[in-house]
Nanobody
Framework: QVQLVESGGGLVQAGDSLRLSCTAS????????MGWFRQAPGKERELVST????????YYADSVKGRFTISRDNAMNTLYLQMISLKPEDTAVYYC?????????????????WGQGTQVTVSS
């Protein structure tokens, strides 16, 4: 069992930066691939980025490539999402998730544990 808690969301202006964090409970954080998803009002949840258990492999949705960076600190049981050049269309609730598969996981149904989400609002 893994419990995930996101933090770092907020209200920013277009062009600003934010760093989201996701802290995991338990001692097996480095056994999980991790991902960030987001859900905007009226839209389905979508994959933003994923990272393998050791941080060596990552994946980004086209909409965030070059602007978002995913990373993890296994010693601190923490996942990060650095977001720069934010746009109003990045406004959403951001969720972190853990998959018992260890490599990069891009399908939502393969994620076993989810956080409660953190709101990111980007004003124009």
């Amino acid at each position: 069992q893994v419990q995930l808690v996101e933090s770092g969301g907020g209200l920013v202006q277009a062009g600003d930066s934010l760093r989201l964090s996701c802290t995991a409970s338990g001692r097996t954080f480095n056994s999980y691939a991790m991902g960030w998803f987001r859900q905007a009002p009226g839209k389905e949840r979508e994959l933003v980025s994923t990272i393998a258990w050791n941080g060596d492999s990552t994946y980004y949705a086209d909409s965030v490539k070059g602007r978002f960076t995913i990373s993890r600190d296994n010693a601190m049981n923490t996942l990060y999402l650095q977001m720069i050049s934010l746009k109003p269309e990045d406004t959403a609730v951001y969720y972190c998730a853990a998959a018992t598969l260890m490599l990069v996981v891009t399908t939502e149904y393969q994620y076993d544990y989810w956080g409660q989400g953190t709101q990111v609002t980007v004003s124009s």
